[in-house]
């Protein structure tokens, strides 16, 4: 992984370092993680599912990105995301903030396309 790379994520708030230890200080194989990262469904099918008021849905696809993004350290998204977990978790749609969800979703948007940029760029 080139310095610049690590660079980009550390000053957009990733936890490298953390996340390093967790893959055994495996820079390669991190690397091909975030690669696949932008492959993820789960971002797009939230979305989708806010859109669509489908919140018990868009509860999976957060709870599931949320988990990804936790183990790549993207700290940014993992903050926002368990912000719009917390929201939808155990709620019928009648409850749900929907004001609120959207504009969680609109920082995740923010955040998720800084990294996708970051990652795409870096990538072999």
């Excluded at 957060?62 to 995301?81: M, Q, S």
């Excluded at 969680?104 to 990652?119: G, H, L, P, R, T």
Aim: hydrophobic content about 35%; overall charge negative; some cysteine.
């Amino acid at each position: 992984m080139e310095e610049k790379f690590k660079n980009q994520l550390v000053e957009s708030g990733a936890d490298v370092e953390t996340t390093l230890k967790r893959f055994m200080g495996n820079e390669a194989i991190y690397q091909k993680f975030l690669g696949k990262f932008p492959d993820d469904p789960n971002y797009l099918n939230l979305g989708k599912n806010l859109e669509e008021g489908a919140f018990e849905k868009a509860y999976e696809c957060a709870h599931a990105l949320k988990g990804v993004v936790g183990n790549l350290g993207l700290t940014p998204i993992f903050e926002r995301v368990s912000t719009l977990v917390e929201e939808l978790r155990n709620k019928a749609p009648e409850d749900v903030n929907v004001e609120r969800a959207k504009e969680e979703w609109q920082e995740i948007k923010k955040v998720y396309e800084q990294f996708i940029a970051i990652i795409k760029e870096n990538m072999p």
